[in-house]
């Protein structure tokens, strides 16, 4: 069974920068993973993806400022933002087709 812990959140300035983590348990490594967020009142919304094979997907409201990456070597997923806004401010949540919601990662973006 996978298991998936978010990491990485805080409080940045407008324009800054933080780097998400989110580590998988399981050995089995060999499957697409997704970045979500969900802003206070807001309905969760799918941010960014990475298939098996390192495709990247971005939502247009992160296009060029996000990126997603992966090292299955270390079952590891991430999520590296750039050039912070306010409207990006949300619970982070990483995601596999293997894994119910968790708790996921609060980032605030504020000045």
């Known amino acids: 069974q996978v298991h998936l812990v978010e990491s990485g959140g805080g409080l940045v300035q407008p324009g800054g920068s933080l780097r998400l983590s989110c580590a998988a348990s399981?050995?089995?490594?060999?499957?697409?993973m997704a970045w979500y967020r969900q802003a206070p009142g807001k309905k969760r919304e799918l941010v960014a993806s990475?298939?098996?094979?390192?495709?990247?997907n971005y939502a247009d409201s992160v296009k060029g400022r996000f990126t997603i990456s992966r090292d299955n070597a270390r079952n590891m997923v991430y999520l590296q933002m750039n050039s912070l806004k306010p409207e990006d401010t949300a619970v982070y949540y990483c995601?596999?087709?293997?894994?119910?919601w968790g708790q996921g990662t609060q980032v605030t973006v504020s000045s």
């Open positions: 990475i298939s098996s094979r390192s495709d990247e």
């Open positions: 995601k596999s087709p293997y894994t119910s």
């Open positions: 399981g050995i089995i490594f060999d499957f697409g």
